[in-house]
């Protein structure tokens, strides 16, 4: 048996992550999260910002397509015509967490991290983020990242909480 053990967020990480709290801070604006690659590792990042229960209250890790049906309101017909991995799953992730939670922005992620499933039309390393602010159609964004799954997952929260910070800002997060 294999146990992994989590490395210890880069700085990179944890100075996006702080970015975003100031933002949010100063814009009183409410953030939630829809997990399913990163595991909950958006959410981490943004709760070792001290004071960040003042605008982070909901993080949803939804990594079975089960639990992206119950809690975020992705449809099965979604799911089955595109896979967990796309576009339209992600859109839907983002607005689902959003309307859940009642937050102001969302980000969603779901991807391939390996080292297994990929696939010739979705190789690891793809992940798709999506990005939703209230009143807005979310936007979607596809990645390929490389390296192994603990990089590969680093790298999607990454551009995640880069897109939230853009958002919060005013700028639109990459398309």
Known sequence: MVYLTL???????LKLANRLGQVSESKRLHITTAESCTGGGIAAAITEV????????????TYANR??????????????????????V???????????????LAVAASGIAGPDGGSADKPVGTVWLAWAHRGAYPRAQQYLFQGNRGEIRAQAVEAALAGLIAMAEGDKPPS
């Open 50 to 61: 001290p004071g960040s229960s003042n605008w982070f209250e909901y993080g949803f890790v």
């Open 90 to 104: 992600v859109e839907q992730m983002a607005a689902g967490a959003l309307a859940a939670a009642g937050a102001d």
């Open 7 to 13: 490395a210890p967020m880069g700085k990179d990480i």
């Open 67 to 88: 639990a992206k049906m119950d809690l975020l309101g992705v449809t099965a017909e979604s799911l089955q015509r595109f896979g967990a991995v796309s576009r339209e």
